[in-house]
């Protein structure tokens, strides 16, 4: 079983601040999304890396898919109220169109 | 991108009956329908694949007889959760395989 462990699980800073999600797991991913989603809504799509080391930008966030497809990061600069909710990796394994989702990491910007 | 409602988007049932969800797809066509269950801030977990017109292939763990699946339309797939206890309540969502992942607004679930 595929298994995708975000860090941290939950977060809390000030307006501002700079802040840095991560998803790893063991197995290798043909294809990783990024989503957010706030509550009593579906996930709504951020991003989606295909190949090893690639980096994407989407205003002030930043994500990478590591090198070996095994792991990615969402950075987030000078965080906004805006930004509040919960932060989901989802990984595809070669051949199918399945997503595991992450763990989850829960953000909260206080103005 | 591709527009999917869900009905209800709440229900409160009694512990023993049995729900149906719809997940429509409004201006696409979804030939397979991905089910998701998210209990309270938790992630979201793959329940099942629906693919139209065929029988759909559930995860390790999920009982197929209580968690019903009809795909019968390239625009509808439901989900029925028969003899519902308090345990299964939880936002379901579903999800149409597509090129960008787009999901319904969720229907989230209590069982009294």
């Known amino acids: 079983t595929q298994l995708l462990e975000q860090s941290p699980q939950f977060l809390s800073i000030q307006e501002g601040e700079n802040l840095t999600v991560y998803c790893n797991s063991s197995?290798?991913?043909?294809?990783l999304q990024w989503y957010r989603q706030e509550p009593g809504e579906g996930p709504v799509l951020l991003v989606t890396v295909v190949t090893g080391g690639e980096v994407k930008k989407l205003k002030r966030l930043t994500f990478q898919f590591g090198d070996a497809r095994k792991d990615s990061s969402l950075h987030i600069t000078a965080a906004q109220p805006g930004d509040t909710g919960l932060y989901l990796c989802a990984g595809a394994a070669s051949g199918t169109y399945k997503y595991i989702f992450g763990t989850g990491t829960r953000l909260k910007v206080l103005a | 991108g591709a527009v999917v409602s869900q009905h209800p988007s709440w229900v409160i049932c009694k512990s023993g009956t049995s729900v149906k969800i719809e997940c429509r797809s409004l201006?696409?066509?979804?030939?397979?329908m991905f089910w998701y269950r998210q209990f309270p801030k938790q992630s979201l977990m793959l329940m099942a694949t629906s693919n139209e017109g065929s029988k759909a292939t559930y995860e390790q763990g999920v009982e197929k007889d209580k968690f019903l699946i009809n795909h019968a339309s390239l625009t509808l797939s439901t989900l029925t959760v028969t003899s519902a206890h308090p345990e299964d309540s939880s936002f379901y969502i579903c999800s149409p395989l597509s090129i960008e992942q787009f999901f319904g607004p969720g229907t989230r679930l209590t069982v009294l």
């Open positions: 197995s290798v991913f043909s294809s």
């Open positions: 201006d696409f066509q979804a030939t397979t």
